[in-house]
């Protein structure tokens, strides 16, 4: 059983579309993350949820909006996608979240890989 | 210039050596994550420390707060450790910040 799956592993779509990525983990987790990897395999975080709470939100684009229904999951939206949003998308879990004495099991996608045309 | 900077860029070694890969930042931090980024892309935590030192099999994390620094050792080092490794700064809840990462090659 995978423990943090990204769906799809691979997305190409054409600039101006709308287009989301789901996250969902089976760790019993508190905590999860949205992470962008340029072409420069540069790691950047753009959102983090605990407990379905918005808890970090870096500059980023108002195209872009996480949403967690619940706390197994934390899917990435974005609208009117442009051709700097091609990257690497990571999503991870973790128990306990930046701020708190312990950050435990903290866990990664295997990457969602987004074309913009 | 980036608050994480990570020495060397890029390190080829022989299996067996001894690797020591470092981050320093210019901020205060409450926690530093280490992380390894495989060939394929997969992207393993490896430590989370605010103060001394941790070891996993043959990886050692250690971290002096004072002199804001972080260093990641591999002991006998195989081919297999062969990826880019990342460090990161965790600033109180809000903020986390990595390095450009550290690409080691591990030679048979």
């Known amino acids: 059983d995978t423990a943090v799956s990204q769906t799809p592993k691979y997305l190409v779509t054409q600039m101006g579309n709308d287009k989301s990525i789901k996250c969902e983990q089976n760790?019993?987790?508190?905590?999860m993350y949205w992470y962008k990897q340029d072409s420069k395999k540069f790691l950047k975080i753009m959102f983090s949820y605990n407990n379905k709470e918005l808890i970090i939100n870096e500059t980023v684009p108002n195209r872009f909006s996480p949403k967690s229904p619940d706390k197994a999951h934390l899917n990435l939206h974005i609208n009117s996608l442009e051709l700097g949003d091609s990257a690497v998308y990571f999503c991870a879990s973790s128990q306990g979240h930046p701020g708190q004495d312990l950050i435990l099991g903290y866990t990664f996608g295997s990457g969602t890989r987004l074309t913009v045309v | 210039k980036n608050e994480v900077e990570q020495s060397p860029q890029n390190l080829t070694a022989q299996e067996g050596e001894f690797i020591t890969i470092n981050c320093s930042y210019s901020?205060?931090?409450?926690?530093l994550h280490w992380l390894q980024q495989h060939p394929g892309g997969g992207i393993v935590s490896l430590f989370m420390?605010?103060?001394g030192k941790k070891k996993h099999g043959r990886l050692i994390a250690t971290i002096n707060i004072q002199e804001k620094h972080s260093s990641l050792h591999i002991t006998a080092s195989h081919p297999r450790d062969s990826a880019v490794y990342i460090c990161a700064i965790i600033q109180g809840a809000q903020k986390l910040v990595f390095g450009q990462g550290t690409r080691l090659t591990i030679n048979p």
């Open positions: 901020v205060g931090i409450s926690a």
């Open positions: 760790l019993g987790h508190d905590t």
């Open positions: 420390l605010s103060s």
